[in-house]
């Protein structure tokens, strides 16, 4: 019988036991993984800048996870860490002129502490309260962007217009957009590896046990305080570097692409994906990304099939149409009916 490698030739069942996966489990992200790499190589530029965003989102999609699948607490305004992550690696490469790569870390670093302190007053609040004060959040940002006194280094109205980086002399022969996309799908496996192993941890158990259980996770002597205020964090970490890469690829910073309409997506993304579930982000991302766009090229068939001058307020109802059957027949999101065809399909196999 044939057996299951991985590109260094070490076989899929000793990969399974050292990282605690199932043969399966190995197998399946081999082959994703095989599938991201060939993808730029054989579809446009234009949408290797569309898959480079949709692997953008899912950084920011888990950091969100980490917050609210994993910790329990709800945010309608992550699109502000995602801001400060964003205005972040453009200040450093517009004013400083700081390498692009290193404005990945730092753009995390300083989202971490944004995310930290604003977990502090965060603790009083709880359900609607606290999702009320990440709405406001969210409603600032774009106002505090805009604010005169920062105009020097935010650029106020206009924003910041950054150069897309080129490739290294080592893989020049791929186009700015493919680069960046390996570029991202690097940083995405080391944040998604890093969650993956955080959540499997001490700190990943507190989380959960704070999210199903506050008082009997205080009784077991779980520092309360402590572990919400660092997923928030945690959780406006990954929103920053997704917003640094996001910057970085666009090129282009201004204070009303993000909107409150951005944190609502990404919490769109969120439960799409599927809540509690590292995979699921990246579905989340490539949700929020094409279904729009899909929406928009059924609205466009619609309005010759009936020759009727449909605006673009129906490419929302489409939108919303597209939700409501994801919903409907995926209740746990994307990654969960993923699991539950696996697991009937598994059963039959069986019996």
């Not at 489990?25 to 898959?51: E, K, N």
């Not at 969120?270 to 579930?277: D, P, Y």
Request: charged fraction near 10%; charge should be positive.
């Amino acid at each position: 019988m044939a057996v299951t490698t991985s590109t260094n030739g070490v076989p899929a069942p000793q990969i399974a036991a050292r990282v605690g996966l199932s043969r399966m489990q190995v197998v399946g992200i081999l082959a994703a993984l095989a599938v991201a790499i060939v993808l730029p190589f054989v579809v446009t530029d234009f949408r290797v800048f569309q898959f480079t965003m949709a692997l953008g989102y899912a950084i920011a999609i888990l950091g969100l996870n980490l917050l609210t699948g994993y910790n329990g607490q709800f945010s309608l305004g992550h699109g502000a860490f995602y801001a400060v992550g964003a205005y972040t690696a453009a200040i450093l490469m517009d004013h400083w002129e700081v390498p692009y790569y290193w404005t990945i870390p730092v753009a995390g670093l300083v989202s971490f502490v944004v995310g930290f302190l604003f977990g502090f007053p965060a603790l009083r609040l709880e359900g609607l309260y606290l999702a009320l004060a990440t709405f406001a959040l969210a409603v600032a940002t774009p106002q505090i962007l805009k604010f005169d006194p920062l105009e020097e280094w935010t650029g106020g109205v206009q924003g910041i217009i950054i150069f897309k980086p080129d490739p290294p002399s080592l893989v020049s022969s791929l186009s700015q957009d493919q680069w960046l996309y390996f570029f991202t799908l690097g940083i995405l496996l080391v944040m998604f590896f890093l969650a993956w192993n955080l959540l499997r941890g001490r700190t990943g158990r507190a989380m959960m046990a704070i999210r199903d259980n506050p008082i009997a996770a205080k009784t077991m002597g779980v520092n309360l305080a402590f572990y919400k205020t660092l997923s928030f964090g945690l959780s406006a970490f990954y929103t920053g570097i997704s917003g640094a890469l996001g910057a970085i690829v666009i090129g282009f910073v201004a204070p009303d692409s993000f909107t409150l309409f951005l944190s609502i997506t990404l919490l769109v993304g969120l439960v799409v994906g599927g809540l509690a579930s590292i995979p699921g982000a990246i579905f989340g991302g490539l949700f929020v990304l094409f279904i729009p766009n899909v929406s928009e090229v059924v609205s466009e068939w619609l309005a010759l099939a009936t020759g009727q001058d449909i605006g673009k307020g129906f490419t929302w109802g489409v939108y919303g149409i597209f939700m409501i059957l994801f919903m409907y027949f995926m209740p746990f999101g994307i990654w969960g009916f993923l699991r539950k065809v696996y697991s009937r399909a598994l059963t039959r196999a069986r019996g």
